[in-house]
């Protein structure tokens, strides 16, 4: 039995404390302290440049943080990182399947890195493709696949090893209504099944209402608004949406940093699917 | 109980975890051979660059070895020239093609491929250690290719089951070996222009300080003691002794061997080093 499943769901999963990140000069993440309690789906928001994916770098121990530190699933993201790798699933915001593999052998592969049971990989996968819809492409190279397919098919990547934390970064951009359903879906039935946790970006304020429990807007590496969706929208009156709390706490100015990179990296990605 | 500051969540169980050298090990072999098993997989996909190579050694075999054959300028010892200079042809070959490794590698961690492996609790030697396999195989098929033209061209080859499998594994450390450095590199240099430049810069140095296309007396005292550091001489070496009636290894086998072995094993944790460096 996973010890998550026993702990009361006030406790949390992820912990942040002081968290902290420079590029040179820039201060892309600023002392952070965050709490993720077990079971839920934390949504981070946040203009471009706010320091989301710098964020989620960093617990997934792909970037160390220049100070400050978290805690995933119990341990150090520092000092215990390979520990934390053993607990968690990841999808990029880059669509990141290999191209030159189909799309079996992407969640085979996944299946044997993340050490599921041998006799359970098959059954996982197929389970997993048909919930994606993808079972009529698994055997074409995923280098075929439309954006979408792409992304569906890193969901069922990440949760195949049923993860204590899940991190998606904008896991539904660019899906079409009927696909980014079913990846809620989903995140929805792994969460239910499985007990797990997830942080999910997002520019999308209707993924950010329907999916998440709890919310946080980022501001230049800060928190600059936390709470569930609708405490955030009770704040500033009886009508407000979650666009009036994003355009409140995001500042209401184009955010001059970043953005950039990411553009171009999307736009090399997309250039890739043709 | 002070519901205001949560607890923090005990640690998940470790089930997964490899308890004891033993497990891993285990796990180790696991994660190498699923990396193996995929960049194996791309490999027989595309295997169109596996024959475009051959193309380059067979012009030094047929160009640079017929005329030195007739010109009898470099002092072979009991080997004729092409049979002194088709295991450094194919050595050579192992490093053009190894070398350019880390570009892949760089190519898929711009579409994120690095991000999700290194994510994975795979460990990072494992990773590496994989990949190296995979360049490692690649190269069999320029041993194949190689011997059959040496063999049309009349050198005098080896057919013993236990020379040929030599040959095989001599060059399959080969090329795991200078594909490891070329992941190093690439774990440096970081971009796809760089490493172009890099690479082209490193492989003729590698190349001619070394004993492939003639005899490390040959050599100014300088380049030869460059020479005696390059690992590539080891391979020639090693080759030579395997693959030709007659030819020798100076060192003797086993000593190119443990060469090639302590170097490769060093390149692959320097590799497992500064692999994570490449997504930040
Ligand atoms: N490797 C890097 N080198 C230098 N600067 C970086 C690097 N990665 C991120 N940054 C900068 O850090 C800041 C935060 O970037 P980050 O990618 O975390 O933003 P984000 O909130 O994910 O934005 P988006 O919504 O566009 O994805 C930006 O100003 C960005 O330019
Ligand atoms: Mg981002």
Redesign the interface.
């Known amino acids: 039995m996973r010890a998550t499943t026993s702990v009361t769901t006030d406790a949390p999963v992820v912990r942040t404390i002081a968290l902290t990140r420079r590029f040179g000069s820039l201060l892309a993440v600023d002392a952070l302290d965050l709490t993720i309690a077990a079971g839920t789906i934390f949504g981070l928001l946040g203009s471009n440049g706010a320091g989301k994916t710098t964020v989620i770098r960093m617990l997934t121990t792909l970037l160390p943080p220049t100070s400050g530190t978290a805690e995933v699933a119990g341990y150090d993201i520092v000092r215990d990182a390979a520990r934390v790798r053993r607990h968690i699933g990841y999808v990029p915001q880059l669509l990141s399947a290999d191209g030159a593999l189909t799309g079996y052998e992407n969640l085979l592969l996944s299946a044997r890195l993340y050490d599921v049971p041998r006799a359970e990989q098959k059954p996982r996968i197929t389970e997993a493709l048909a919930f994606m819809g993808l079972d009529a492409a698994a055997h074409t190279l995923v280098r075929t696949y439309s954006g979408g397919m792409v992304r569906r098919l890193e969901v069922a990547q990440a949760t195949l090893h049923h993860p204590t934390v899940l991190f998606l970064d904008e896991p539904t951009i660019g899906l079409d209504p009927i696909a980014r359903r079913a990846v809620w879906e989903r995140l929805k039935q792994s969460r239910q099944q499985f007990a797990m946790t997830m942080l999910i970006t997002t520019h999308d304020m209707e993924e950010a209402e329907v999916l998440c429990d709890s919310l946080a807007i980022m501001h230049s590496g800060r928190i600059a608004a936390l709470g569930t969706p609708a405490a955030l929208k009770g704040q500033l009156g009886p009508h407000a949406t979650l666009d009036d709390v994003f355009v409140k706490a995001a500042g209401g100015s184009i955010d001059q940093g970043g953005g950039y990179r990411d553009t171009v990296r999307t736009r090399s990605t997309t250039a890739r699917l043709g | 109980m002070t519901?205001s500051a949560?607890?923090?969540?005990?640690?998940?169980?470790?089930?997964?975890?490899p308890r004891g050298a033993l497990a891993a090990c285990a796990?180790f072999a696991?994660?190498s051979?699923?990396?193996l098993?995929?960049e194996v997989?791309?490999m027989l996909?595309?295997p169109t660059d596996l024959f475009t190579r051959a193309v380059q050694p067979l012009l030094w075999l047929l160009v640079f070895g017929q005329v030195f054959t007739r010109t009898r300028a470099i002092p072979t010892g009991p080997l004729s020239y092409i049979e002194f200079m088709a295991p450094g042809v194919l050595a050579q070959s192992v490093l053009f093609t190894a070398i350019f490794y880390g570009i892949g590698v760089i190519w898929?961690r711009?579409?994120?491929?690095v991000?999700?492996?290194?994510?994975?609790?795979?460990?990072r030697t494992s990773l590496v250690f994989g990949k190296a396999m995979a360049a490692g195989i690649r190269t069999v098929s320029q041993a194949v290719i190689i011997v059959l033209l040496a063999v049309i061209m009349g050198v005098r080859v080896r057919f013993d089951p236990m020379s040929l499998i030599g040959v095989v594994c001599a060059v399959m450390l080969g090329g795991a070996l200078f594909s490891t450095f070329s992941l190093v590199i690439a774990c440096i240099v970081k971009t796809r222009d760089r490493f172009m430049g890099i690479g082209q810069l490193l492989t003729m140095p590698l190349f001619f300080a070394s004993n492939a296309i003639y005899p490390l007396e040959m050599m100014p005292r300088w380049l030869r003691a460059v020479a005696q550091y390059n690992p590539l001489t080891y391979l020639v070496e090693a080759l030579r002794a395997l693959m030709v009636q007659g030819g020798a290894s100076s060192a003797g086998l086993p000593a190119d061997f443990a060469v090639l072995m302590l170097v490769f094993i060093a390149f692959v944790l320097l590799a497992a080093r500064l692999f994570?460096g490449l997504?930040?």
């Open positions: 519901p949560p607890v923090a969540l005990p640690p998940a169980s470790v089930e997964g975890e796990a696991r994660h051979a699923a990396i098993a995929v997989r791309k996909r595309d898929e711009d579409l994120g491929v991000h999700k492996l290194l994510a994975s609790p795979a460990s994570p997504v930040r």
